[in-house]
């Protein structure tokens, strides 16, 4: 009966019984979907190296284009939001 014992999780691995492989892979397997573009997924590493690494990607790997858009973006929507509560901007000019 084993009062000091833990249950076991049980584990399945399902393969199609009609399925050949053929180098392929596992069509069940689950991964992300833009996995094999990152740098930072799929290795077993301590915390400092995973930062490190996502720091050189976001430096060296980053398209200038996008990140201006996004900043513009966000940039329009900060205003629509201050418009939006009646934010008095002329508190940044000054009236002569």
Not at 5 to 31: A, C, L, V
Not at 60 to 78: M, Q
């Amino acid at each position: 009966m084993g009062i000091f014992k833990t249950r076991k999780n049980k584990k399945f691995s399902y393969s199609p019984r009609y399925w050949d492989d053929k180098g392929e892979g596992n069509p069940y397997q689950m991964e992300q979907k833009f996995d094999k573009f990152r740098s930072t997924v799929g290795k077993n590493k301590n915390i400092k190296s995973t930062f490190n690494d996502a720091w050189d990607e976001l430096k060296h790997g980053a398209d200038k284009k996008v990140n201006t858009r996004i900043l513009w973006i966000i940039g329009a929507l900060l205003f629509v939001f201050l418009y939006f509560i009646d934010f008095d901007l002329s508190i940044f000019f000054t009236d002569s």
